[in-house]
């Protein structure tokens, strides 16, 4: 089996698992009081684990 056989499927994978991680990661950026979009740093290398690392020892903004 080629890879041209496969076409656009690397790219239809990578939406998928991008997907995948993007939106627990927005949805619990918003839970925290933060703002969604901060979730797609975890597509980042490196930048992933200081966002995990940030929300998990910062300060987390919820309101009681």
């Known amino acids: 089996m080629s890879y041209e056989m ?15 991680f993007v939106i627990p990661a927005w949805r619990i950026c918003q839970r925290i009081g933060y703002p969604g979009p901060l979730g797609i740093l975890i597509l ?7 966002l995990l690392y940030f929300i998990a020892f910062g300060p987390w903004k919820t309101k009681q």
Request: net charge neutral; proline share 5%.
């Open 6 to 20: 496969f076409g656009g499927m690397g790219f239809l994978w990578m939406l998928v698992v991008g997907i995948i």
């Open 44 to 50: 980042i290398p490196f930048a992933n684990i200081i």
